[in-house]
């Protein structure tokens, strides 16, 4: 059982370092999915919502890790 | 094959597998110094074979995955994964949080397995052959991941498996024609590379996933990894100007 915990624990980890980054990342996914499904006419504007939102997501949590 | 497409994921595997090849043999050679290459290299076989097990039985289950559903999957995973190695190596470049160093890991390890030898003298061989396996399935994991990820999506999971497979020689070839842990490999730029890498696939997936068709088609995927690398960098000139200004 030990083993098991251990090993979930060692994949989640590959994923998930800060909890914030992973959660901001999950929501600009979700708010791209969103909009793609309500304005279908408009990929390339999802695709910019992701891109830019990682983007902003990835600059303003290095500055946090840093300022903290 | 097309270059284009392919160059992007074989370099991307090459890279992220040399930065996890380096530190698998870093404890690998901790193993050794400590306990001789017999559990060492029982160990690193053992996970080898693990890898090679696990890869075998993911790939038909790959080909079942409708490709959309395949690529939002694989460019959320590697947006987590990839911006997470990317967020620590600007960290490490501006100085914020400690370079690994394979030198300090290698004195722990075989400290570690020193403490063990004097507490369970019997087990040893055991306990340091685990010690090899696990290092080897930790990291080959990330290449197993990596190599599938950037692969997947275009039917290049064979491209980036041999370009994975060529770092793991230039590694082994390095490390036992030196005797010691790859102390000298720029570990950090190299992490911060393929954060970019792994970055700007993640994005490019996760969008294909979602019906985006970006300008350009693959070799989008650059220009998205030049956006990455221009604000990792501007990160860390910004947070090294900000620790200059307030020591």
Known sequence: MNVLVAASQTLVGLFVDDGSLAIAILMIVLVSGIFSILMPDMPLVAGAMLLIGCLAVLFANVMKAAQD | MNWTTAAPAVTTAFLSSLVEGVEALTIVFAVASVRG?????????????????IVVTLRPLLNRVPLHALQLIIGVLLL????????????????VIALHDEGIAFATETEELRDQARQHE???????????????????????????????????????????LAACLVVATFGFALHRPLERVPENTLKFAVGVMLSAFGVFWTGEG???????????????AALFLLVALAAVALTRRRAGAFP
């Open chain 2, 210 to 224: 979602l019906g985006v068709l970006w300008p350009g088609e693959d070799l989008a995927i650059v220009a998205i």
């Open chain 2, 122 to 164: 019997a087990q040893l061989n055991w306990l340091a052959g685990l010690a090899s396996f696990k290092a080897v399935v930790l990291e080959g994991l990330e290449v197993v991941f990596i190599v599938i990820a950037v692969g997947a999506g275009r039917g290049l999971v064979g491209a980036a498996s041999l370009g994975a």
């Open chain 2, 37 to 53: 290459w017999r559990p060492a290299a029982l160990g690193t076989l053992a996970g080898l074979a693990l890898l090679l097990l």
């Open chain 2, 80 to 95: 987590l994964f990839g911006m997470r190695w990317l967020r620590k190596a600007i960290l490490r470049a501006a100085g």
